[in-house]
DNA sequence: ATGAAAGCGCTAACAT
DNA sequence: ATGTTAGCGCTTTCAT
């Protein structure tokens, strides 16, 4: 009545031992998967089985923290994504999850949350940063790049112990810019209010660069700032479709407020692209998929290839800090068809 | 020339005792912050500034996964979301991203993977579940209860050893569909493919039997369904409305699919509410704010309660599973308004 | 106020 | 083929 209802404790490598008759290393070699190497001890079948009944049977799981203390893996992949519902962070996410899975690796985002202090809290055996403040955060980032391994999205830092993914955007911005002041001349840009942090300011900047080579001239009322979340982006939109002399083209700073200014010009009863034109900026697959497909300048199969690379670096946590290079290009879709 | 380049490895509680000229305890009393309780020991200030000098100077960071053997806890809260792209799945995600701050958990999201395998191999302090198959999973989750403390999104389990979020939608499903045929003879139904889930069924259930308390047949060009994302939903409500004899009103079984349906609508240049009326389940931020603002059926103030009781789970892991309740109400707004 | 030391559950040498 | 054992980095009891 004393010594059976003691503890329901979780069952650990010892009971299993205890159970089936063996030694903790024995059980620890059948339970890791480890029988069909080489190099390690083999198992008799006999004793394989006896192991595995014993775990079933307690309901056996492996604590996954002495795992990693252990081994120094946690077979964890964390992604930092800003802005959650920004379909940029949809598509990673969605090509992540393909890619792991051959290689047990469970990815966890890291949504809407300060990155700076997560990290600190939780490693990882990689982690992906999809954004960084180019100066403020360069020190930070070498600095955790010591005890994880970093994945960073930026146009201008360079690796310094962490590896940088980087979209060449090139002149792929100007060709959109021409692709609009072709046909149109009254182009509006829709670009996120942080337009302190570089990207948005490149982005913005082409923008600008483009309205010159164009001969037109940078009018106030034609840039709409929005302010993170797609409401806003929304709204931004409808303020500058609803002025007494509309844009009939939007240069978009992210494919996201650009799908939102489609949405919001269609609301409007604007035709899309007869009425509005509108280019976005990453190329993502919600972009690609919607009615009418978005224009937009990007990377071509930039999610995959991250993906890719975000298990080899799980896996292989060795190996000097890269940069990973997607040349851009426009992709003419349907919000802004060539010039006829 | 040999004994100072020696690994570069991560500081850790033992180098910043020696570094600090104390022991491994009185480092880990401060660095845990114990400093202030009345029941533990307490170091003298002097003491302690030392070790945190030490332990700045090392870069030293608190390995969790060792914390958490010691522990056993993580300080993690995991949350499964099927759709990510669902409004749902962000308004929860904002939630809780809001309430964990006070509390030093660190929410984690397992996006569009299955939670079956991924919780054997990551363990938090609480796993919110968003979906489970009602049937099928009823065992495997009284068995994962055992070493992880679960709480479950589901209209009919019950609580066993998990704790139970529901919302009570009792009659609001009715209403809602009295709403649209008090004005309304054409009503379609626009649901999700995967209807077998009992969620789906029990809103599709109160599409059909709003139809019959309304005296209208049940149409099969009425009914359309998706396939999970949004581009799916988005084309099946330009099937709906595309058709010879088009409804005038939409009961979409989830915002998700009636956001998707507006933006369809207002596509096909379709005045909402005027030409097509749409009413959503769930009661998202999202389909609140966006305009036309969505009426929608669900409970108010889900999230944040939802949030709340999470990091208290989180916190406090013990105590009997609960079932949280949460009761529906019909929420008018401009996508379809009140009768005139 | 501080330190010594026992272990959390697991893996990996090394021994048998 | 299997067992023994030494830790991984940390917290916490018990001495001092």
Redesign the interface.
């Known amino acids: 009545m004393n010594s059976a209802s003691v503890s329901p404790r ?1 069952a650990t490598i010892r009971t299993v031992a205890q159970a089936a008759g063996v030694s903790t290393a024995t059980v620890s070699y059948v339970l890791s998967g480890r029988s069909g190497r080489t190099d390690a001890p083999g198992v008799s079948t006999e004793t394989e089985l006896r192991v595995r009944e014993a775990a079933l049977g307690l ?1 056996y ?1 492996p ?4 795992r ?2 252990r081994t120094g893996k ?3 992949m ?1 992604l930092s994504l800003t802005m ?2 920004d379909p940029w962070s ?1 598509s990673v ?2 090509a992540v ?1 393909a890619a792991v899975a051959p290689a ?1 690796i ?8 300060d990155w700076r202090t ?1 990290i ?4 990882a055996d990689v982690v992906f940063i999809d954004a960084a403040d180019e100066e403020g955060d360069a020190q930070l980032l070498a ?1 955790l790049a ?2 994880n391994r970093l994945v960073v999205f930026s146009e201008t830092l360079e690796p310094n112990g962490f590896d940088v993914v980087r979209s060449l955007a090139g002149t792929s911005m100007d060709q959109a810019m021409d692709h609009l002041t072709a046909v149109h001349t009254k182009v509006a840009c829709l670009t996120s209010a942080n337009s302190l942090r570089s990207l948005n300011s490149v982005r913005y900047g082409a923008y600008v660069r483009g309205l010159e080579r164009a001969g037109l001239e940078l009018r106030e009322n034609y840039v709409a700032t929005f302010d993170g979340d ?2 806003s982006a ?2 931004a939109a ?1 303020t500058l479709l609803r002025q007494p002399d509309p844009p009939t083209a939007i240069f978009a700073t992210s494919d996201f407020v650009a799908i939102a200014a489609v ?1 919001a010009a ?2 409007l ?1 604007l ?1 899309v692209p007869g009425d509005l034109a509108v280019v976005g900026i990453g190329n993502t697959l ?1 972009g690609e ?3 009418p497909s978005l224009t937009s300048v990007g990377p071509s199969g930039f999610f995959d290839r991250l993906a890719d690379f975000l298990v080899r670096r799980a896996k292989d946590q060795s190996g000097p800090p890269q940069v990973l290079e997607f040349p851009w290009q426009l992709l003419v879709r349907d919000t802004a068809p060539a010039a006829p």
Chains 1, 2 share one sequence.
């Not at 469970?106 to 949350?113: N, V």
């Not at 600190?120 to 490693?123: C, E, L, S």
Request: hydrophobic share 35%; proline share 2%.
């Open positions: 979780r309901g799981r604590n996954q923290a002495a990693t203390i946690s077979n964890l964390m959650l519902s949809l996410s969605k999850g047990g469970t990815p966890m985002i890291l949504a809407d949350t997560a600190k809290r939780q490693g600095e010591r005890s797609e409401i929304y709204e409808v949405h269609q609301r009863r035709d919600q998929a919607m009615a």
